[in-house]
């Protein structure tokens, strides 16, 4: 199996820019699709970006589409997110998840087989 630990979280001022990490642990020699989810407090678990394996395919949430790009590096076993134009309604906690198998991504957060442990990310006004 794999271990992903997620950093780069913090907090930030509305309009400024964080980049998010994904190193992958264990099983590094089997691809993954790769996903970013967020949690809000009292919210719902939501796909915020994913990449297939080769990294050719995206998929974006539509309030993020053209502020996030998600990207990989497959030599250094790590994802990123970078996040530009915060707005405050993008803190939440963000995970890392790893997909095995089947389509790249799923919004259901039920389709993904390991995840990290989060990493917050706070927007101020």
């Known amino acids: 199996q794999v271990q992903p630990v997620e950093s780069g979280g913090g907090l930030v001022q509305a309009g400024g820019s964080l980049r998010l990490s994904c190193a992958a642990s264990g099983r590094t020699d089997i691809s993954y699709n790769m996903a970013w989810f967020r949690q809000a407090a009292g919210k719902e678990r939501e796909l915020v970006a994913a990449?297939?394996?080769?990294?050719?395919?995206?998929y974006y949430k539509d309030s993020v589409k053209g502020r996030f790009t998600i990207s990989r590096d497959n030599a250094k076993n790590t994802v990123y997110l970078q996040m530009n134009s915060l707005k405050p309604e993008d803190t939440a906690v963000y995970y890392c998840?790893?997909?095995?198998?089947?389509?790249?991504?799923?919004?259901?957060?039920?389709?993904?087989?390991?995840w990290g442990q989060g990493t917050q990310v706070t927007v101020s006004s």
């Open positions: 998840a790893a997909k095995k198998s089947g389509v790249y991504y799923s919004t259901l957060y039920t389709m993904y087989d390991y």
């Open positions: 990449i297939s394996m080769s990294g050719v395919m995206t």
